[in-house]
Structure formats: structure tokens, C-alpha cells
């Protein structure tokens, strides 16, 4: 390359060019470009005017994809001046002005030796920083970057604070960034934003700040940047991409609000009309996403506006769809259907495959089973390879589910073994299990669900569902140790899962199983306590009953029990209930609490209660000396009963009558009671006064010879004779009752029963019509005798006996002995006697 000379020459240059010194490029007079897009077709702000030859500036993906800045004719601080001077030049001013006049002419690959000569002849040279600059912008230009790079670096490492630093930093950082060295990059961009004086630049180099430091993964000060510029209004054509930019970082890291919040305003400041309209579909979306009543009304308004924008747009197509998604989550199925069916909805090719999910969903849900599976198929036939058929196929497999198809298990296993990987391969052996599990197929569904157990793909609750199941499945199997380790881990692992009920009571009836009832209890207990609300509740109430009876716990069982009566009034268990409350109750002799429970027992569940809550009640009337209610029990158990009555229930009662002169019922017991090994000859007594009683004679006297035919007492024999005398009067059989009356005379020859017996020999002589030898033996009652009961009844005889005899004085006399003796008896046992 030809060098001009270093002397002489510059007359002739500056008188040659004649042009005046004056900035390289004028800002405003560069030629500019339509505006450059990014990787997503989004426009990029331009401060700086760029070259035609140049490429546009793309929007940085972070860490994925280098992006170029526009090589940009920043504006020089300093000036070229070639014109006649009568002031006499030193060689270096000559030399710079050689080099500025080819540089003023664009004429880059002759201006670049130039400054490189003046560089290496004046070391010192007071146009260093500009020659440095210009030499660097002419290798950029000639398309040297490494060579352009050394002299910009160059410049940034011998200067310091000349008006050229803040350009050379630009213009290192633009070179920086497209080599993907996006941390330098940021430094210098930082540099050039603190050194420029233009406010347009300042913008630009802090704008791209912000997308060299989203290069670096630095999201956070990539943040601070777009704020930054988001307060700078002069100059300042980068506000709305920064803005775009921040609500994008804002969501990443899950400030959903604050991203939507910028959006928004992007939405309606925005002045290009792409960006518009992607900002208002944008908003929509994460309003959706927000899944509010009131977002979720926004997100329509904004799918609706962006419809509305003027031009086309691939954020329309995404907004129709929007409006689609939003009507099916909110259920309006059949409005899904019929946009498609109508063609109300006009979507390209690789939109429409979502569309048609949305049409097929909307079917399953409205249980058109046939149209679903039609769609589905459609999906999958016109686009396999999107992820959409993938659904589909999936969603396919579950409309047969909720059929119970016949041919789903053969389906479900041409799915899996085209479907190798993927949390939907073990969604599909799950709903096989699901298959198996429902048709209690316990053996088949097991061993998958043991294999689901290992899946890194189901998570959360329904990683939890299979243990469970697992579990169910191990204890219909009657592998009680595994079900119980299995019900353990879900218990451990998935408190809040709602089938965390039925796992304490499958593992409490396993513990229970193995006759390990402390744990069973404890399990029991947990979910009486923990679940109040839970049906499973009512069986644990039932089954810790149980258990404290097995423990022997009768008053911890009670409670038990009343506590499931209480909460569950209509429990299947009402009547085992009762009855062990009733039980428990008799135990602890409190016989009055126990009678309800235990004739609820019997009424709601005779089979299983009627035998023993009818023991058990004979036994509590009988301890209460409820006769009526004993009586009742006895009548009623004596009909059903598979045991004879107790006999001393049924001596009770006999003597318990008899006491109260109820001599039907104290025959009626007492006939049941005599027959058998245990009845005592007082039992025949009794028997015998209450047929003689009620004037059954006959049987009366064979009840009381059966009676004295044990009894050798005095006084017990004296007491049968005597009865039985009075039956043999009855039935005239009188030298019977003489023999009878007299053996119990000599073995009671004084007291009451002397007295009674007396009575009834005089009884047999007026039966033989001897009044006055029948007066005589009642009088002799008065004489031995002053008992309040026998001898007003004796008295009374001799009146009667007197009186029939003919004898009325001695009749009135002795009526007036009775009168005077004993005055209240004639007023209460009988009306006034006559003579």
C-alpha cells in the first residue's frame, strides 16, 4: 500500500481536499434501516443509526445464542480540518491530517496505515486517543476485528478519561458481545454508559447492559438495568423493549404480578403494533395463568382486544386459542365444540392440533364418548409427530377408562410398549392397575403397582395413590407384614393425602389382624382424634371398643361404644353397641343403665342379641326386685329361650307374688320352678298356699304332702300340716285334715301356728256340724293367744259358731270380747258381725 511522505506534503493535501474540518458523520445524517427483529420476530429499538452492509441486532437468549449489536457510526468528539493554513504545521499534525482526510472519505483501508504511522512515529502525539479510535472504527470497517479490538483496547488502557474512552468502550463491548463474552461485554457496556455524553447512546449502551448481563445468566442486575432505563424518557427509544425484557425476568422468577403489571403497560403505551399486540396477548396469558375469577375475566378482555388491533399477527392465533382454553376451563364445553364445528375459529396447521385437544377434551367431558375418541384419533392420524398426538393418545387411553372398555388393558399395553419413557407411560400401567384393582383382580394389580412404587415420574399425591392401592392389595392378599410397611411409608411420607383415613384403619385392622393391639389402638385412636369428620371414623370407634374389651377394659369399652352411639346415632353397629354397653353395665352392677341398651340390642338384632340380651335382662330385673319387669322377662324368655329361667329367678317371683297376693302369678312361676331337680320343699309350700289360695284344693294338698314329706322341722311341718288341713276341710275330706290339724298341734302345742291350728280343728267340727264343740276350740284361741292377726279371726269363728248353735247370749258375748279386744278389726277386715 503506497505511504505518503512524512514532510512536504502538507500544503498540497490540505490545499488538494479543501475541505474543512468538521465531525466524521453527523448522527442525524447516517442512513438507517428498517428496525431490526429479534430471535422471536420481536422489533429492537434503534438510538443509533446503522450501516447497510450491516446485520441486525438480535434479543440475547442467555447462554444459548450470541447476538450482534449494529456497527454504528457514533458520533467522533474530535475533527478532521484539511484546508490552506498560513500557520506552519509540525509533522504530526501533518501525519493525523493525512490519516483524517481518508478517513473523512470512508476510504478505510488507506486511513488504517495512516494512523498506525502516526501511532508508531509520535508515541506522545496529542491526537493518540482519536487516531487510536479512527484507527480501530477503519479496521472495523475493512472487517479486521481482531485488529480492531487491539486498538480499541489499546485506547482503553492508556486513556483514561478523553472524550474517546466512552466510544471505544461501545465499540469493544459490540465486539465482546458477538463473541458471546457477554460478561466483558456488560463491563464495557456499564463503561460506556458512565463515559458517553449523548443521552441516545447512554440508552443504548445501557439497554444492552441489560442483555449481555441476561447473557451471563445474571437476571438479577439484568432486572436493575431495564428499571434503570425505564425512568430515562429523553432519548430514549429502548423504554418499551426494557420493559418487555423486565416482565419477562420478573416471571422467571415467579413474580407473576409484578410481570403482568408491566405488561400491561406495555399493553397500552406500546407504540409499535407488534410489540402491542404480543404485550396484550402476553398479559392475557399470564392472567389466565393466575387462574383468578377476576384475572381470568381480564384474560378474555385482552384476548378480545388484541383480536381487535389492526394487522396480522401469530399473537391473534394465540389469542384465539386463548379464548378457546379460557371457555373450556370454564366450562363451556359445548361453546368449544361448536366454534370448531362452525368454523368460528380459524387457526393455522401447527395450532390446530391444540384446538382439536380442546374440541376432544370438551366431548369427554360432556360424556360424548364416540365424538372424543373421534377427535382423538384425528389428532393423532393428521399430526403425529406433535406433542399433542402424545396427549391424545394418552387422553384416548382414558375416555376407554371411564367406558370400562373390554379392550382397554390390550390398549393401554400397545401404549406403553410404544411410549418407552415418560411420566404418561407410568400414568397408563397406573390406570391398568386401576383396571384390575376395580374388578378386585388384587392379584394382577399388585405386582404393578409394586413397580409404580420405583417410578421418578409420579410424584406428589399420586405417587402417594399408588402406595396406597399397593397397600389395599397386599391386604386382600393377606400379606399382613408387607401391607403393614406399605401403609407405614404412605403414612410417613403423605400426611396430607386424602386417603391418609382409610391407611390408619387398613393398617390398624392389620395390627389387629396379628394380635398386635396396642398398635391397632394407636392407629385407632389417631384417626378418631386427628379425623372427626371421616367416615372411616365410625369403624375405628367400633373397632377401639372391641379391642378394650378383648384387654378386658369393660369401662374403656363402654365409653367407646356410647361415644360411637353419640356420633353416629344411625351406626351399622348400633345393636353390638348396645349390647356391650348393657353388658359392661350388668357387669358393674348397674343394673338400671343396663336394661335400655340391652333391649335395644335385642330388638334392633334378635338373631345375634336376643339370647344373650334376654339373659342378661332376667338377671338385671331380677337384681333391680323389679317383679313386674322380671316377670315380664321370664314370660318372654321362657317362649324363645334355649336355657331354662334361673330357679331362684323363678322362686322369687313365686314368693315375691305370693307376698303380694298374687296367687295366679305365684301359681304360674312356681308350677315351672317345682318340676325340676332344684326346687326345695319350700317351693311346695309356697306352691300349696297359692293353689289353696285360689281354691285349687286338690292340687294344693298334693303340692303340701310333697312339701312334708322332706320337711321334719316342728314349726316348717307344723306350717304344711296346717295348710294342708285347710285344703283337706275343703275338700271335706275331714278325718284327713283331723289327722293333718292334730299332728300339727303336738308339734307347735302353743304360739301362732297352736293358734291357726286350733282355728282348723274348729273348722272341721263345723264342717261335721258341731257348732258348740266348734265355738268352744275358737274360744280357746282367745285364752292362749293375743295375737292382733289369729285371734280376732278365731273370735269372729266362735260368734258365727254360737250363733249357730242356738246359742245367742253366748254369741253376743263373745262378739262384745271381739268388740272390746280388738275394736279396729271389725271396722276394716269385714262389715259388723250379728248375732
Known amino acids: 500500500m503506497k505511504r505518503w511522505p512524512l514532510v512536504g506534503i502538507a500544503p498540497v493535501v490540505v490545499i488538494a481536499l479543501g475541505i474543512a474540518r468538521q465531525p466524521l458523520v453527523a448522527q442525524n445524517d447516517a442512513p438507517r434501516l428498517p428496525q431490526a427483529l429479534d430471535e422471536n420476530g420481536r422489533p429492537i429499538p434503534r438510538a443509533i443509526p446503522v450501516e447497510k452492509s450491516d446485520k441486525s441486532h438480535a434479543t440475547p437468549k442467555p447462554a444459548k445464542q450470541a447476538e450482534t449489536t449494529p456497527p454504528v457510526e457514533l458520533e467522533d468528539p474530535g475533527s478532521i480540518r484539511i484546508a490552506p493554513s498560513t500557520t506552519p504545521k509540525a509533522p504530526d499534525e501533518i501525519q493525523i ?55 480499541y483496547e489499546t485506547l482503553l488502557t492508556q486513556f483514561q478519561n478523553n472524550d474517546f474512552v466512552g466510544l471505544a468502550a461501545y465499540r469493544l463491548a459490540d465486539i465482546y458481545y458477538q463473541d458471546k463474552q457477554y460478561r466483558d461485554a456488560a463491563t464495557l457496556y456499564r463503561k460506556a454508559s458512565v463515559r458517553l455524553k449523548d443521552p441516545a447512546l447512554v440508552n443504548s449502551a445501557k439497554f444492552f447492559t441489560g442483555r449481555a448481563l441476561e447473557g451471563t445468566g445474571d437476571k438479577i442486575e439484568a432486572r436493575l438495568a431495564y428499571e434503570d432505563l425505564l425512568t430515562s424518557t429523553a432519548n430514549n427509544p429502548f423504554r418499551d423493549a426494557s420493559r418487555f425484557s423486565l416482565a419477562m425476568l420478573l416471571k422467571d422468577v415467579g413474580r407473576l404480578a409484578d410481570a403482568l403489571r408491566q405488561m400491561q403497560v406495555l399493553s397500552k403505551q406500546a407504540e409499535n403494533p407488534d410489540l402491542k399486540i404480543e404485550a396484550t396477548v402476553q398479559a392475557g396469558l399470564w392472567e389466565e395463568e393466575m387462574a383468578t375469577q377476576q384475572q381470568l375475566a381480564a384474560a378474555e378482555g385482552d384476548f378480545k382486544s388484541a383480536l381487535g388491533l389492526p394487522g396480522p399477527s401469530r399473537w391473534k392465533d394465540i389469542a384465539q386459542l386463548g379464548l378457546q382454553r379460557l371457555a373450556y376451563n370454564g366450562g363451556k364445553y ?53 406433542d399433542s398426538a402424545k396427549d391424545a393418545q394418552f387422553q384416548r387411553l382414558r375416555e376407554l377408562y371411564t367406558t370400562d372398555d373390554p379392550n382397554l388393558v390390550a390398549e393401554i399395553d400397545k401404549y406403553v410398549a410404544a411410549n418407552l419413557d415418560g411420566a404418561k407411560r407410568d400414568e397408563a400401567l397406573l390406570m391398568k392397575a386401576e383396571v384390575f384393582f376395580k374388578k378386585q383382580d388384587y392379584q394382577n394389580a399388585l405386582p404393578i403397582y409394586s413397580a409404580l412404587e420405583l417410578s421418578r ?92 374389651g378383648q384387654q378386658d ?25 348396645d349390647y356391650w354397653i348393657g353388658w359392661a353395665a350388668c357387669n358393674g352392677k348397674d343394673y338400671k343403665e343396663a336394661v335400655p341398651y340391652l333391649e335395644e340390642a335385642r330388638k334392633l338384632d334378635p338373631e345375634q342379641f336376643w339370647e344373650k340380651s334376654s339373659i342378661r335382662l332376667l338377671s338385671a330385673e331380677f337384681n333391680l326386685e323389679d317383679r313386674a319387669g322380671t316377670a315380664r322377662e321370664v314370660d318372654l324368655y321362657s317362649k324363645q329361650g334355649k336355657i331354662p329361667v334361673p330357679g331362684e329367678i323363678l322362686r322369687w317371683l313365686g314368693t315375691e307374688f305370693s307376698k303380694a297376693g298374687d296367687y295366679e302369678n305365684a301359681q ?27 281354691g285349687k284344693y286338690e292340687e294344693a294338698a298334693n303340692a303340701l304332702k310333697t312339701y312334708l314329706k322332706s320337711v321334719k322341722l316342728p314349726r316348717p311341718r307344723a306350717e304344711g300340716l296346717l295348710t294342708l288341713a285347710n285344703s283337706q276341710i275343703a275338700l271335706k275330706a275331714l278325718d ?42 275358737f274360744e280357746s284361741v282367745a285364752v292362749i293367744l293375743d295375737n292382733d292377726e289369729v285371734t280376732p279371726v278365731a273370735l269372729e269363728k266362735a260368734v258365727d259358731a254360737w250363733k249357730m248353735s242356738g246359742d245367742e247370749t253366748r254369741s253376743k258375748k263373745t262378739l262384745n270380747t271381739l268388740k272390746s279386744r280388738y275394736p279396729e278389726y271389725l271396722q276394716h277386715k269385714r262389715p259388723a258381725a250379728t248375732p
Open 736 to 777: 284327713e285334715a283331723q289327722g293333718s290339724d292334730d299332728e300339727a298341734l303336738t308339734l307347735q302345742p302353743e304360739g301362732e301356728v297352736n293358734g291357726r291350728a286350733r282355728i282348723a280343728a274348729g273348722d272341721i267340727q263345723m264342717a261335721r256340724g258341731n257348732f258348740e264343740e266348734a265355738a268352744k276350740l
Open 668 to 694: 304360674k312361676y312356681l308350677e315351672v320352678l317345682t318340676p325340676r331337680d332344684e326346687a326345695t320343699p319350700e317351693d311346695f309350700l309356697f306352691l300349696g298356699r297359692a293353689e289353696h289360695a285360689l
Open 553 to 577: 377394659d369393660t369401662t374403656g369399652m363402654a365409653d367407646a361404644f356410647r361415644l360411637l352411639l353419640k356420633d353416629y346415632p344411625n351406626t351399622a353397629m348400633k345393636a353390638q353397641a
Open 97 to 151: 491530517d493525512i490519516a483524517d482526510g481518508f478517513y473523512a472519505k470512508k476510504m478505510y483501508d488507506q486511513a488504517a496505515p495512516e494512523y498506525e504511522r502516526y501511532l508508531g512515529l509520535y508515541p506522545t502525539g496529542t491526537a493518540r486517543p482519536q487516531a487510536l479510535f479512527r484507527l480501530g472504527e477503519s479496521y472495523r470497517h475493512n472487517g479486521a476485528t481482531n485488529a480492531a479490538r487491539n486498538a
Open 334 to 386: 359445548q361453546s368449544v365444540i361448536d366454534a370448531y364445528e362452525k368454523n368460528a375459529v380459524q387457526l393455522p396447521a401447527e395450532m390446530k392440533a391444540d384446538l382439536l385437544m380442546l374440541v376432544a377434551n370438551s366431548c369427554h367431558q360432556l360424556g360424548k364418548t364416540s365424538d372424543a375418541l373421534k377427535y382423538y384419533d384425528q389428532i393423532v392420524r393428521e399430526f403425529p409427530n406433535s
Open 457 to 548: 415420574q409420579l410424584t406428589g399425591n399420586r405417587k402417594g395413590d399408588v402406595l396406597f392401592r399397593l397397600g389395599w392389595c397386599q391386604m386382600e392378599m393377606r400379606d399382613l407384614n408387607q401391607a403393614i410397611k406399605v401403609f407405614t411409608s404412605f403414612i410417613d411420607e403423605y400426611p396430607g393425602n386424602k386417603m391418609i383415613q382409610y391407611a390408619l384403619i387398613q393398617r390398624g385392622q392389620a395390627y389387629q389382624s396379628q394380635k398386635n393391639l396396642a398398635s391397632a389402638l394407636k392407629d385407632f385412636d389417631t384417626l378418631i382424634r386427628s379425623y372427626p369428620k371421616a367416615k372411616e371414623r365410625e369403624v375405628a370407634l367400633h373397632q377401639k371398643a372391641l379391642i378394650l
